[in-house]
């Protein structure tokens, strides 16, 4: 089979490195792809994994391309061109392509849309209000305390929601979003949810319109610095699975989640094929979801995927063609643990063309793999060309090994103002 990846960063090298172990895989490209991806190979016949300069938003380029080499198979990894329907437009042109359709993935381009439908189908969520101007927001806000999750209702690069914890803060953050739109149009609604407190989880679920299958829980570690401290960010490091949560209450967890939510596609018209992600925040209260995203987390999947010991080729197609019914998902016993090497300034402004020195080192390591996220070659040097960067990760038996075998990789790499957290998996080591 041929098959094309669409997307440039750490979830899609994941995906690539994966997919690429498939033997139905005969030849591959990435679009855009990045450093990193250019040098996989597939398992089948040893072919490298080809990328083509063509953006994931440039969907002419993209069908273009589709059209010369005809790929059995698309994959979309971003939540960009799925929010703007590029699965609506393969697939209307007679190409198979795996991701959710424009309406299925408003899960994630409208927090607004999913509030409402959690609302409506009884998915347990946070008390939120929807708003389309600033000052009932305030009030609302106001009645919360000011103890808010104020979020812009579309897509803000994983950047557009603000914590506040009183209600001086809660207004800034509302006129931020609102009047000074400091997420674009993503800011013309804002859904602001009650703060919640507990351990925050990552479900994911692989769905092809009619069942869902979980996948084993992970935990992202959103903030910048250590003990979560500093601003939010995409993700800066990530482990599976997750100690605290025994099989039986992830079965429960996913259970009373995912059945009202197929429940409420199947209601009004849904048809979700591709994965389901909800944000889960577990509160003395009970489970909440946070949010939903439509796609694989970032960098979740490259901790999923170096434990998934299924096809993913295989699983896929199932997705797309409403097989997985009859489908097990195997996962290795081991832990992975995936540490995010950043640019230093980000999640702010961050400079680029740093040259990094021991990839090769790192992933000469036993069962460790560095996925590039923001990476490019320059005078046939791999440079930093991005915010985040590379995502070091590493499995063994235990959480704790993973955790130091990830560590130890990172130590090998350099680069001029690499930040990364020194405190992945140790909440899990603390609580497991
Ligand atoms: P979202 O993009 O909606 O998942 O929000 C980004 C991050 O903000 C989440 O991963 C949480 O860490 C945090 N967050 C979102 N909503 C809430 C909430 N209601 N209470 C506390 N933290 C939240
Ligand atoms: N891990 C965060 C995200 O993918 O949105």
Redesign the pocket.
Known sequence: MKILVIGSGGREHALVWKLAQSPLAARMWCAPGNAGIVGERLAKNGSPVECVPVSAEDFEALLDFARREKPDLTVVGPDNPLAAGIVDLFQANGFKIWGPNRKAAQFEAS?AFSQDFMERHGIPT?QSGTFNEPVAAKKFAAALGGRC?V?ADGLAL?K??L?TTNVAEAEQAIDEIMVSKAFGAAGQRVVI?????GM?ISLHALCDGKVTKLFPAAQ?H?RALDGDAGV?TGGMGTYSPAPFLADAQLAELGAAILQPWLRGCAADGIDFRGLIYP?V?LTKSGPKV??FNARFGDPETQVYLTRLESDLVELMLASCEGRLADIELKWSAHASVCVVMASGGYPGSYPKGKVITGIEAADALPATKVFHAGTAFKDGRVVTNGGRVLGVTAWRPTLMEARDAAYAAVEKIRFEGAQFRRDIAAKALRVG
């Open positions: 927090k946070a999750a979020k994983g557009g929601v914590l949810q009650e703060l919640l407190e925050e992202d959103k939010n944000g925040m946070l949010e």
